[in-house]
């Protein structure tokens, strides 16, 4: 199958100042760093802190990932708590430029699957480009069954970003869902090759906001076709996560940017910078990995 939306595709951070301000100048170099590297961005997501966003700063973000992008794609996440928000937004990355949309079910509140069938299917009339569900339990509280994600494809659903960290699930998907053109994403690094080789065709990557060359150079062996040394790669990724994982990964990923030279800007609040400790034992195990 080919696939529009392949490769690695950072589900890239927002950049803000001491204040909290959307900081365009900052996102520009961060984009312009990373399209070096990657196929794709998913701005606005978990990483991109879109929910601690309104929708006009979710707007301006968006406009910059776009304008910066290169030769890349954008899949802007639109996903919020309400559908109307939704819809605005996804109009809104249409109008910009974006290449396709996600979105995330509906948060804090649990819905039947028929509500979040509807919820689907209003946005996908809402606009032209190809819409991404983005199937994270953990943050949204409201997973999407693979009986229900056939019924989206066959309705005109174009993929998955499946951020369940389980890969059953993505098998489940995959076995439920047969629409030809479907496209599938993992969302998450840590198990890129098995779901590669299965035939996703992407890895929306946390690990690629910071490292990533690491993760291009993995995308590059695997395509080469050579099993074995993809997975000294993957296992290298996943020690490289682990480091990330020392604290929050969102919060890591400002702290191992400025450890890289870059200025990201802060997290915003109610996230905090990690503390001085951290710092220093994650920049001493990055370094014991080579990858400072």
Known sequence: MVCQFNGIIPPVISCFDKEGRFDPARQRDIVRFLAQYVQGFYPC??????????????????EVVIREKGN????????????????ELARHAEAAGADAVGAIPPYYYHYPQDALLDYYRTLIKAVRIPVFLYNNPDVSGNPITPDSLRIL?????????????????????????????????????????????????????????????????????WQAGNAQITAQKQLKIVEARAVMKLGPTLTMTYAVLRMRGMDPGFPRLPWKDISPELYARAEKELRGLGLL
């Open 153 to 221: 494809a066959e309705e005109g659903l174009a993929g998955v970003k499946d951020s369940a960290f389980d890969l059953v699930n993505l098998y489940l998907y995959m076995n439920k869902v047969k629409k030809p053109g479907f496209q599938f994403i993992v969302g998450t690094e840590a198990i890129a090759q098995p779901a590669l080789d299965a035939g996703a065709c992407g890895v929306i990557a946390g690990l690629a906001n910071v490292f990533p060359e690491l993760l291009a150079d993995f995308w590059r062996t």
């Open 45 to 62: 997501g978990t990483y991109g802190s879109g929910p601690l966003m309104s929708v006009e700063e979710r707007k301006k973000v968006a």
């Open 72 to 87: 890349t794609f954008v899949i802007v996440h639109v996903g919020t708590a309400n559908t109307a928000d939704t819809v």
